[in-house]
Nanobody, 123 residues
């Protein structure tokens, strides 16, 4: 499956952005999906995940209550709504697909990755 992330940009602290990840190729609803991010000089970290059906979601503690992951299997997309953004949310955000019912917070468990989209939050 090919993944294309979009929606990043520059926003002030407290603002919002909505990231989208469009999938093509294989059957999208076969895959659980995750969002990860990587800030300069830091390791890639888990942000949010959603199950194949969309019924199960989970978030990193750092974004819980501010970010919402969702998916539309009819449109082959997974979204990340990011509210109350903070400067520490600045990173390149990646979507990833895992060929299983449930997603993982471990990036090593994922089979496919998108190219990343830059999110910059100014103070």
């Amino acid at each position: 499956v090919q993944l294309q992330a979009s929606g990043g940009g520059l926003v002030q602290a407290g603002g919002s952005l909505r990231l989208s990840c469009a999938a093509s190729g294989r059957t999208f609803n076969y895959y659980a999906m995750g969002w990860f991010r990587q800030a300069p000089g830091k390791e890639r970290e888990f942000v949010a995940k959603i199950s194949r059906s969309g019924g199960t979601t989970d978030y990193a503690d750092s974004v819980k209550g501010r970010f919402t992951i969702s998916r539309d299997n009819a449109k082959n997309t997974v979204n990340l709504q990011m509210n109350s953004l903070k400067p520490e949310d600045t990173a390149v955000y990646y979507c990833a697909a895992k060929g299983a019912s449930f997603a993982s917070s471990d990036s090593n468990d994922y089979d496919y990755w998108g190219q990343g989209t830059q999110v910059t939050v100014s103070s």
